[in-house]
């Protein structure tokens, strides 16, 4: 779904009178969109407590911890999901500007199937990661 949210806002296009400054004029609303984007990466990366019940279920010794691979195993899944989501904060943001909305696909809004489409994909990866 992520591929299409990008790939999707590439084939659209630059929106005429894109805007990229920032949507608050105060300095409390840019101090709240800082932290609302903070927030963001926070949820988008909330994969971190799963780890360690993972870890305590690897065997591991003082010659052998199992944090080394647990380590690696990290550092790959942080880098995949960087590579799903980098790109369509990017794109999003080259395309719509400020006017983007917090969920790319309802900027999108065509073709309809398409963004149907990378709904569903939203629900199963929703459903599938649900604990």
Request: charged share 10%; with cysteine.
């Amino acid at each position: 779904y992520s591929t299409i949210a990008w790939a999707t806002s590439v084939n659209k296009g630059q929106q005429l009178d894109v805007d990229y400054s920032l949507r608050a004029s105060t300095n409390v609303g840019k101090f709240f969109g800082v932290l609302s984007a903070l927030g963001d990466i926070a949820f988008a990366y909330a994969g971190h407590n799963v780890v360690l019940e993972i870890q305590a279920s690897l065997p591991s010794t003082p010659e052998k911890p199992s944090k080394k691979p647990m380590w690696k195993g990290v550092i790959f899944a942080y880098i995949i999901v960087a590579l799903c989501y980098f790109p369509v904060a990017l794109v999003g943001y080259w395309a719509f500007g400020n006017s983007v909305e917090d969920n790319v696909l309802i900027s999108l809004s065509k073709p309809a199937w398409l963004i149907a489409a990378a709904n569903m994909f939203v629900v199963i990866h929703v459903i599938g990661s649900y604990q």
